[in-house]
């Protein structure tokens, strides 16, 4: 990091927090934090970045927000976000609530892909070429990242609502609102808020729940390994922050899940395919500068 690294405004938005920051690189500058309200919130955003950029003008902005989004840069609803179930959310026009204000790149991907591409330039999955990043907290997302560019389709990645094989004598119907019992319904926070014998900072560490919380999602992180080949998967997220015993559950039920199959994958090698943030919760921040970093980039490389 050097003192000519471009100044960039990154904007996190998360189901309960969104974080505003100015970063050279992994040096963040400035950062402030606001409730996820209604998409009113994205106007009291953008005036603070403007507050900055009249102080110190900044080169890009990147926005990683939670989803579904449209990424589709030729669909009519491009910049929009999708059928969220977050309340006042849905079709609210994210990036074009910055495009608009600022003559600047602008780029906008969901937090996890964000995420990803992180901890792919500065933390855990450095030098990896296939890699991934999960986040298990307010939801479930998944950010895929190949040869330094995250996967994008007709959509991004919504691997967070696939349904998985039920534990046994586990009857939670599941607190996702369009799916029931799929992943995010089962050990997000509101799922878990819902199913625990007590506030969740009073559940201790050897509650049955987290045995079926580690189960569910080392079943899923088997079928990511088989399906996606990386070479790291992070989980991070504030369940997974909050909870440091779920990792070598997991670890451990993904090898059971395995079987065997991967003749190179053993306990010594799944504690480095499955790793936590080496960013902590400076991942989701430094995702946003990443995006905006790629944002300049592209503008730049334009003839």
Request: with cysteine.
């Amino acid at each position: 990091m050097t003192k000519d690294e471009p100044l960039i405004a990154g904007i996190e938005l998360g189901g309960t927090k969104c974080i505003a920051t100015l970063a050279r690189g992994t040096r963040i500058e400035r950062q402030q934090r606001w409730p996820t309200g209604d998409p009113a919130t994205l106007d009291l955003i953008a005036e603070r970045l403007a507050q900055w950029r009249a102080e110190t003008p900044f080169a890009a902005i990147g926005i990683a927000s939670f989803g579904p989004l449209v990424l589709d840069r030729n669909a009519p609803g491009f910049g929009h976000m999708g059928n969220t179930p977050k309340p006042g959310w849905a079709g609210a026009d994210v990036h074009g609530a910055f495009a608009r204000r600022f003559d600047l790149p602008v780029g906008f991907d969901t937090d996890v892909n964000g995420a990803a591409l992180a901890e792919g330039q500065w933390g855990a999955a450095a030098g990896c070429a296939v890699h991934a990043y999960a986040t298990v907290g307010t939801g479930v997302g998944l950010g895929i990242v190949v040869n330094g560019a995250p996967i994008q389709g007709h959509m991004h990645p919504e691997a967070g609502h696939v349904r998985i094989r039920r534990q046994p004598g586990d009857a939670y119907p599941g607190a996702c609102p369009a799916h029931g019992d799929c992943l995010e319904g089962l050990v997000s926070g509101p799922g878990l808020i819902e199913r625990a014998p007590a506030p969740l900072e009073k559940v201790g560490d050897d509650d049955p729940l987290w045995s079926l919380v580690a189960a569910d999602l080392a079943e899923w992180a088997a079928t990511l390994i088989l399906t996606l080949s990386p070479q790291r998967l992070v989980l991070g997220g504030g369940v997974m922050q909050a909870r440091p015993i779920l990792l070598p559950m997991i670890r451990r039920g993904v090898l059971a899940n395995l079987a065997g199959y991967l003749a190179d994958v053993d306990a010594a090698a799944m504690e480095t395919l499955l790793v936590p943030p080496a960013l902590g919760d400076r991942a989701g921040p430094l995702g946003a500068i990443m995006l905006g970093l790629k944002a300049m980039e592209i503008t730049s490389s334009r003839p």
